[in-house]
């Protein structure tokens, strides 16, 4: 503590040792070192995606050339409205936002409800059911769409865009459920308590102290299961034989037929697949990282 | 007349408050607020976890006929099939170097973007929001893309490797025996390394900032710093990573499935696919429920381990 070791920037610089490279220099390599690994990362990140969208724009004469100029040479949108007026394609992006819609819902509503129901209440086999919740969480979908392919078959839940939000919401109910118990317990007890020495009944505090303060979490549970139901492939493969139910990952196979792949519509439905999903990451990456921060 | 609707509105009114007010009591019960709060979720969890877990291991015991209502109960055969052909014990140990080789990349890789987005820079902010990407990129996506930019013919990754001399014809990266298990680990790991950055990053963020200071007053190095207070923050949570994603990725169905579909011949034909191919490919679906019992199995040990080693506590430190 009595001699902090610090130069002021300038005589740093002034400093050259002896032979060696001075500590500005070094702080510039320094620097430019931590700038080459960022730009080599967003490179790695983002070539993939923007190759797909430079495919994308490219008509059908550009796509199958020997060398493919970066910047494209002409632009078409013509993969679009193929996409937008030829194909089933709207169809599926109907399928796949009535599907998010139902999981997210569900989703939110009973990881919110059950998340505060365990952390306020106290009952016998919390513990072990912690562990149950947690266990679920670790389920890959293919372990689970077999045997839900038998059940649902009983139970005439194939093709049937509820029975594939219900089998969805298997995939992101665990860890939401996890995510808003440990959230509520971040909530300090004594807000609601004031508001029942206020004369508030338990209910009230719950409804008018605890679950607006629960905001953030279910906007992070609420982007977690979107991503779950928006990308998920194994599950409508499994169940879903019925083309006019298809979300739009299964129906992206409907655009290679055999030997005959249309690159040039693939790509561009995989833009407006993912643009969704880049636009919520961008908005509420604060809310993301808070999620998992508080989950685990 | 006024006065009567007057009156007549309030006293309804009342009647309306009290309503409300006995609905609240009647809510705040603790068994009526138990019922409410979690039941809800409990059962669906039954339901749609729990549920086809039993099922599975009891469909296992079966010769189900696709097209025929009655199952035919046929004690441990499939079982036994299973564990006495070499085909399972080939695919199980596909599924073992799959999950292993990615693993281990995603961990690294993972944890190393992770600590450097975390650094103060300008953009840092724009470069996390970018570099989480990856990860919301769908599956079925992931292999378009891939198999795209890969492709032998028309693919850029070739043309680039062309041009740089480091190749010198086309080769096809995911139709070959000997590079489509890399190919296809590397294809995950480029969306799954970004849970693995994700989890780090929010870990990171949340280590309190004093404590850095606190080192840098006692004069630590950034070696020192690192060793004695990133590494032991970072410790939980990379055991956490190592076994969901070692879980994931070892029952990891639909990118292996899109890219290769367990080909060439059977180079990256996993656990997971040829439980797919068993259920819906062969229509054994009495032995394809026996083979995601016996993944299933493989869960259980991870689980037991994650639950003995990190005992993950229900109550949430507040630090």
């Known amino acids: ?44 990140v983002l070539f993939p995606i923007l190759w797909m969208f430079h495919t994308s724009l490219r008509p059908q004469s550009q796509i199958f050339i020997e060398s493919v100029p970066l910047v494209p040479e002409v632009i078409s949108l013509v993969h679009y409205r193929t996409l937008l007026f030829e194909t089933e394609f709207p ?85 939401s459920l996890w995510l808003m118990w440990q959230f509520f317990q971040t909530v300090p007890r004594s807000l609601e308590e004031s508001a029942r020495t206020a004369g508030a009944t338990r209910f009230q505090a719950f409804k008018d102290v605890a679950i607006p303060l629960a905001k953030p979490g279910m906007i992070a549970v609420a982007l977690f299961s979107y991503a779950v139901s928006w990308n998920e492939y194994t599950i409508p493969k499994v169940l879903m034989s019925d083309r006019s139910k298809w979300p739009l990952t299964v129906g992206l196979f409907t655009l ?21 999903a880049f636009v919520f990451v961008i908005v509420l990456r604060k809310y993301l990282l808070e999620g998992f921060r508080t989950g685990l | 007349m006024a006065t009567d609707t007057q009156t ?17 009591e009647f809510l705040s019960r603790r068994r009526v607020m138990a019922a409410f709060t979690i039941l809800p979720a409990l059962l669906l969890f039954v339901f749609i976890t729990l549920g086809p877990i039993v099922w599975a291991v009891a469909a296992g015991f079966y010769e189900i006929p696709v097209f025929v209502p009655t199952w035919e109960f046929v004690w441990f055969d499939n079982y036994v099939e299973l564990l006495t052909e070499e085909t399972f014990w080939m695919t199980v140990w596909r599924s073992v170097v799959f999950a292993g080789g990615s693993t281990a990349f995603q961990l690294v890789v ?27 990129i769908p599956t079925a996506v992931l292999g378009f893309m891939a198999l795209w930019i890969g492709n032998a013919q028309w693919g850029v990754l070739n043309g680039v490797l062309i041009e740089l ?57 950034s070696y020192q710093v690192f060793r004695d207070i990133t590494l032991p923050n970072l410790k939980n949570v990379i055991f956490i990573v190592i076994l969901l994603r070692g879980v994931w990725m070892f029952n990891k169905f639909d990118i292996v499935y899109v890219l290769t579909g367990g080909g060439p011949g059977d180079a990256t034909r996993t656990a997971p696919i040829y439980a797919y191919e068993l259920g819906f490919g062969l229509t054994r679906l009495g032995k394809a429920a026996a083979m995601s019992t ?21 109550g949430v430190r507040t630090e």
């Open chain 1, 256 to 276: 290679s037929e055999g030997q005959r792949v249309f690159w040039g519509q693939i790509m561009a439905a995989s833009i407006m697949i993912v643009l969704p």
């Open chain 1, 1 to 44: 503590m009595s001699n902090p070791p610090e130069t002021p920037d300038d005589a740093a610089s002034a400093v050259a040792t002896d032979g060696a490279l001075s500590y500005r220099q070094i702080r510039l390599l320094k620097r430019a070192g931590l700038g080459l690994a960022i730009a080599l990362v967003l490179a790695v």
């Open chain 2, 8 to 24: 007549e509105d309030q006293s309804l009114r009342e009647r309306r408050l009290r309503y409300r007010n006995s609905l609240y």
């Open chain 1, 91 to 175: 169809q599926f992006y109907a399928n796949s936002i009535v599907v998010s819609l139902g999981v997210v819902s569900l989703t939110v509503v009973l990881s919110t409800l059950g998340g505060y129901g365990l952390a306020r209440l106290d009952f016998r086999f919390k513990r072990k059911f912690a562990r149950l919740v947690l266990f679920g969480y670790m389920f890959p979908a293919i372990l689970l769409s077999i045997p839900m392919f038998i059940i649902w078959t009983e139970i005439n839940l194939t093709n049937n865009l509820f029975g594939l939000v219900l089998a969805e919401t298997a995939l992101s109910l665990p860890f």
């Open chain 2, 110 to 136: 993972g944890t190393g973007i992770a600590l450097l987005v975390n650094r103060q820079f300008r953009f840092s902010n724009v470069v996390q929001a970018v570099v989480i990407l990856p990860y919301m």
């Open chain 2, 294 to 314: 016996l993944l299933f199995v493989f869960l259980v040990a991870v689980a037991l381990v994650y639950f003995r080693v990190l005992e993950p506590a229900e």
């Open chain 2, 165 to 221: 001399g480091l190749l010198d014809n086309p080769f096809s990266w995911f139709g070959n025996h000997s590079t489509a298990m890399l190919s296809v680990i590397l294809t995950s790991s480029w969306k799954f390394t970004i849970f693995v950055t994700i989890m780090v990053l929010a870990r990171l963020q949340s280590i309190p900032q004093d404590h850095y200071e606190a080192a840098r007053v006692a004069g630590a190095s």
